[in-house]
């Protein structure tokens, strides 16, 4: 899981809660601050890379 590699931080929980029921498409949400975003996209790059050097390529 994502977690193992990123903490989140504070207010994860507001961007990764499924909506609520009822509510309208239209509902603005909360976004990631920039710095989870960089965090998950270095994770995964990193994954990626150890993934792919497993492989051989």
């Known amino acids: 899981m994502l977690s193992q590699f990123v903490d989140p931080g504070p ?3 507001a961007v990764l809660a499924p909506p609520r029921e009822g509510g309208a ?3 603005q949400r909360a976004e990631a ?3 989870v975003l ?4 270095v994770a995964l ?3 990626l890379a ?3 050097r497993g ?3």
């Open 11 to 13: 207010g994860a929980d």
């Open 25 to 27: 498409a239209t509902e």
């Open 33 to 35: 601050p920039p710095s």
């Open 38 to 41: 960089r965090r998950t996209l």
């Open 45 to 47: 790059t990193d994954a």
């Open 50 to 52: 150890a993934t792919r």
């Open 55 to 57: 492989l051989g390529d």
